[in-house]
Each structure stands twice: as structure tokens, then as C-alpha cells.
């Protein structure tokens, strides 16, 4: 893979993990817990999604092509999205595998902490990238994510040191998704090529500082990091679970369906 091929893969991601989230996040539009983070989380997935189209925009005029936004999210395959697989998990939480239970906003506000807190090193560090219009995306980025961040901290705090319901099914989702955020920091051929360009850091950079975070926030909840494991999810790799294919079909098949359209 060349240079301008991985400057182009590392972008890409950037924007399938945004869009991925976002898709996730509006699935709570019309069904929030409360009539506020029914708005909220509307917002929260906007932004994802108004993330993602600038970084596709930008991934276009990377690859010299004519492609738009649309083009990379409704029609590449399952194994095109480089997202991680944490932002593609469903809401309701271990269960989803065998069986569909309601949502769980337990579920929800932890997988945002966690994206979000890392998100949030990843833009500031973005800012100084020698990809110019990167560094821009990244200077706009940077204040929604502090405000998905502030958001899913405080309902953390709330859900984990609420009643024991709350606390127990907050232990239950951190127990879950935790695993995922290995994939975060495993770095490979890609990102070391646009971190050496000086292009992007690498996320590995940025654990200690991201755990140390992650742990003080789940101390004032009263929540307990689970125990390490060792597997590494492979989203980024095109590599996805079971759901991811649900969630294209579901997100996909209008456009696929009318390819060309517009109203």
C-alpha cells in the first residue's frame, strides 16, 4: 500500500467510525429515556454524521475522484468500513448476540464515554497535522466531541452511582465493551505510516493518558474496570461482526434502491 493509499485509509476510518456512531446514536431518536436526551442523542449523531461527510468529502479529493459523501456510505460493502467494532454494537448490550431485548442506555452512554474520551486526544492532536484540511476538520471536531464527552460523563456518574439498577446494568455495559477499546490502541501499517508523515499520532500515544481518564471517571461512578483480556477486535481491518451487516442493510437500503435519487 502506498503513502497516498494509507493517508487515504487512516481518513476513511476516521469518518466510518463517526458515521457508524452516529448511525447507532439516531436509532434512539423518537425512543430516548427522557424528551432531553431524546434531543440530545439526535444532536450527538448529527454531529457524528456532519463529521463523517467532511472526512469523506476530504477522502474524495485524496483519492482524485468524483465520489461524494453518499457514495462512501451507501454504497461500499461491509468489508470497505474501517470503523471500529465497538461504534457498530447494538444497545442492548451482552444479550444481542442470541436474543433482542429492549435498549439499553446503559449501553449507549458507555460506548459514547469511552469513543469520546479518546476522540477528544485524537482531534487535539490532529489539529497540528500537516494534512491541512484534516487539521481543520479536527479544530471543528474537537468542540462537539468535548460536548459528547461532558454528556456521557455525566450520565455515567448519574447511571453508575444511581440506584443499584442503574449501577448494575452500567457495571454490566462497562463489563461488555470494554474488551472493544483494545482495538483502539493496536497499531498497525497504516497508522504508522501517517503517523511517521506526520500526517496523524498514533492512538497508542495517547492509552495511558486515555485510561488514567477512563479510570477516574468510573471511580466518581462507583463502576469497577473489568479485568484485561487479550483478544483485539478487527473493525478497522474490515473485519466486522455479526451485526455490522444489519446495520449497512438497514442504513444502505434506501439508496441502494434508488441509486441516483434525490428529493
Known sequence: MTHAHQHLAYVLRLADNALILGQRNAEWCSHGPALEEDIALANISLDLIGQARLLYTHAATLEGSNKTE?????FRTEREFGNYTITELPHFGPLAGTARTGRDYAVTIVRNFLYSALMAQVWTALQTSSDAQLAAIAAKSIKETRYHLHHAHDWLVRLGDGTE?????TQAALDYLMPYTHEFFATDDIERAVAEAGIAPLASDFEAAWREQVQAA??????????????????????????????????????????????
Request: no cysteine; proline share 4%.
Open 70 to 74: 453518499d457514495d462512501y456510505a451507501y
Open 165 to 169: 439498577e442503574s449501577h448494575r446494568r
Open 218 to 263: 468510573l471511580d466518581e461512578a462507583t463502576l469497577t474496570a473489568p479485568a484485561a483480556v487479550k483478544h483485539v477486535s478487527t473493525g478497522k481491518l474490515g473485519e466486522h461482526s455479526e451485526h455490522m451487516g444489519y446495520l449497512l442493510a438497514e442504513m444502505q437500503s434506501l439508496a441502494r434502491q434508488h441509486p441516483g435519487a434525490s428529493w
